[in-house]
């Protein structure tokens, strides 16, 4: 930077100054130092407004850094906040999936359990029907056939109705 060239010149100036007797003063040469003043004037405005442009483009680099740290911030948060609800999410599927599977096998258990039964009571009275028939066939065998014949028609038509509330 000139300017500096110019104080220190200026500065030479005044250290080879004669000093005048019993003072602390200096005889400088007026228009030399005028001369000086009148360069560093010239050229201060040219480098006042670089220095000052410097900051300005340092505060502006600082900002838009800024700017961007924050950003990449933000975007690191959602994206953790993304990771986690994704997670959730997927724990509850499988805790749901889990809900289900177990609540399908107690379904599956209690219908099992309510067809065994049926057919229990199902071959439960055919067993009666058909102890009921033997009994009667030994006393009376006409009557007893007869009996039969019916006990027999009865429980086809037990069966045909088991048969359609099967399907």
């Known amino acids: ?5 110019l104080l220190d010149t200026l500065e030479d100036i005044l250290d080879k100054s004669r000093n005048l007797p019993f003072s602390g003063k200096t ?16 050229k201060l405005p040219d ?15 600082l900002v838009e850094a ?13 994206r ?6 994704e997670h959730e999410i997927t724990k509850k ?9 177990e609540t399908a096998n107690e379904m599956s258990r209690e219908i099992s359990k ?7 009571n199902l071959l ?3 067993e009666d029907v058909l102890t009921g028939t033997l009994e009667k066939l030994g006393t009376d065998m006409q009557q007893a056939l007869n009996l039969m014949q019916i006990s027999i028609e009865d429980t086809i038509k037990t069966i045909q109705n088991s048969r359609k509330e099967l399907k």
């Open 47 to 61: 480098e006042l407004k670089q220095a000052k442009w410097v900051k300005e483009e340092r505060q502006r680099i």
């Open 114 to 120: 309510g067809t065994k039964e049926y057919a229990d």
């Open 27 to 42: 005889i400088v040469d007026k228009e030399e130092l005028l001369e000086l003043l009148k360069e560093i004037r010239l």
């Open 93 to 101: 599927a499988y805790d749901q999936k889990a809900e289900i599977i």
């Open 80 to 85: 953790i906040i993304a990771m986690i609800d």
């Open 1 to 5: 930077m000139e300017i500096f060239t």
């Open 124 to 126: 439960g009275n055919t």
């Open 66 to 78: 800024q700017k961007e740290a924050d950003d990449i911030v933000k975007e690191a948060e959602n």
